[in-house]
């Protein structure tokens, strides 16, 4: 069953855009819907032309400049749909002219004004046959354009003129096609879905056109670009799946590229799409790439960490078994684990990433960003995800966003620190007989006070304000902030 406005008139704009007066030239709006074809070889004869009447002259009524104007006004009383002359019989300036002032649209053509008359009128008793041609032929050009997201923009927005057509991913954004589409009187749009059944993106499509029956016809043709798209989709999704590193290249390029295509973001025109499958290389076109991979790109999103705790090489499988558990996200290494992002909130990242960590062959640790705006504050999450996963135990995911002062301090790089935590404390060690001032010192920072640091250490207040004394007569001043944050990351370290 048809949509509504199928079976509507055509007007005369739709008949030079995409019908049988393709390629005339068309002075006028052309809005008037066409309900006839009317010969006329002389001007007595637009006594019976009725109102929406689409008028080819022939013979004296379009011998000169004269009796073509003389049409035109004819028309005009006659509410005529427009006025079909043979070329060379009136100046185009001064058809131009003549079709403002009347308000009659105008239309040059250089082929038989007869032959003209008998494929409009079958277009305008047979609309719907009219418009199936022309779906039609976008089928045989769209299967020619094969699983190109910009082939197919291109075909669309070339058989369907007076129409703008854009390909925007979930967010909204324009991945390929004409920024202005949905910009004119009328707008349309169709779905694209992804591999898991979810939204990929949206085909939307506009324009100026009056034609009750044109936005129904676009939308059906709208809908035979679906199945390229969606097999671009799959095939952008092969060609990088086959090579890890692509990805994470990929991803790398992604989080990078926030800042220079933000400051792009304004400008107008065409949007390309990666052109081959040796890496993405424009910055908008990694965002295409990503968006064909099911990546979050665009939202809230969320990063996490996978850190292996025995060597492992199979990043591949990683890949496959993370994808599998989070669903289409970023795979990229990062230090000596794994980390991506997720559009999932930290508490359903975390249960999803704790089920991944049961699936992996090897034991490792997870860590959960914390949820931020979009992927140029991406960074933040993954430092966040990174210290938490250091922190976790095996087969246990950490979140950044829960951890306090004492995981913090447990994400420190105690190894890299332990010598310059050394020099700091070395006053201290060298009175230090039995690590009981090192220990003293770390219980009253952590704590806050000699009140809870003796219960930590299950001592007498006094001994804790003893001990403290002698703390300071190897030369730390315990008054001084700066000293205080020194010493409880050396003390952090040693202890560890």
Known sequence: MRASGWEAPVTVAELVDAGPLAGARMYGAGENPVRGVRIVDELSVFATVAPHTAVVLIGTAASGGWAVEMAMRRAWEQAAACVIAPAGGLSEGSGEVLAERLGVTLIFVDEDPLIVAVRVASAASRPDAARTQLVARCATRLAEAGASARRVLGVLNAELPGTSVAFLDRYGRPLAGRRDAAAGRWSAEVTVPDREGGVLGTLVAGGSSRSPGWPAVVRTVLGLAVVPLTAWTAEESLTAARDFALQSALAERLIGSQMSEAGESGKSGEIGERSGSGGPGE????????????????????AYQLRPLTPAADASLVQALVTGALGQVPVLVRGEGWAGWSASGPEELAERLHH????????????????????????????GAEAAAYVAGEGTVVRADRMGPAELLGALPTGVLRAPAAVVLRPLLEIDRDGTLLETLAAVLDEGGALKAAERLGVHRNTITTR?????????????????????????????
Do not use: K, N
């Open 356 to 383: 991944c960590l049961r699936t992996l062959p090897w034991p490792c640790a997870g860590g959960v960003g914390a949820q931020v705006d979009g992927l140029q504050a991406v960074g933040e999450s993954l430092l």
């Open 283 to 302: 910055p908008g076109e990694a965002r295409v790439a990503a968006t064909a991979l099911g990546w979050p790109v665009g939202g809230p999103i969320t």
């Open 468 to 496: 403290l004394d002698r703390i300071r007569s190897a030369g730390f001043d315990l008054d001084d902030a700066a000293t205080r944050l020194a010493l409880q990351l050396a003390c952090h370290v040693m202890l560890s």
